[in-house]
């Protein structure tokens, strides 16, 4: 939970921003189904990650390459349900993303308009650049 003097109704992006800028500690944690994000809510956690490690942790395979975005929507979905202040980020699962940036905005849209999370979350490097420009130059991206 942030270790923050003022009491947060409601996490944003432009919350996180003024925690960081005002070197406020901003708490994470992993969650993938209501219950435990409800908890994780109420706990005072800043943001919420709907992992791909659902992939390991609920579905039990050996790695996270073969979570889907549909599967990925669906966990989302269920914590976003069980959340009321927490900003929830959700990650684009391998596949989703890396073929160009057309793609991941279709990914990002579908993420965010099916599940209401908030933000999403994407891992490579410079191999991906593009991908990075195209989703933080949209107005949408708060």
Do not use: C
């Not at 406020?24 to 189904?33: H, R």
């Not at 990002?108 to 593009?130: C, D, F, T």
């Amino acid at each position: 939970m942030s270790n923050s003097p003022k009491k947060y109704t409601r996490i944003t992006t432009k919350t996180l921003a003024e925690m960081k800028s005002k070197g406020e500690k901003i708490s994470m944690l992993t969650a993938y189904d209501f219950t435990l994000a409800g908890i994780i809510d109420k706990a005072g956690i800043d943001v919420i990650l709907v992992g791909d490690s659902a992939s390991n942790v609920i579905a039990g395979h050996e790695t996270t390459l073969p979570i889907t975005l549909d599967q990925m929507i669906y966990h989302a979905s269920n914590v976003i349900r069980g959340v009321k202040r927490a900003l929830v980020v959700v990650d684009l699962p391998f596949g989703s993303y890396q073929a160009d940036s057309k793609e991941a905005l279709r990914s990002s849209i579908r993420i965010m308009k099916e599940s209401g999370a908030h933000a999403v979350k994407l891992e490579g490097g410079s191999e991906i650049q593009n991908v990075y420009f195209k989703l933080g130059s949209l107005s949408w991206v708060t």
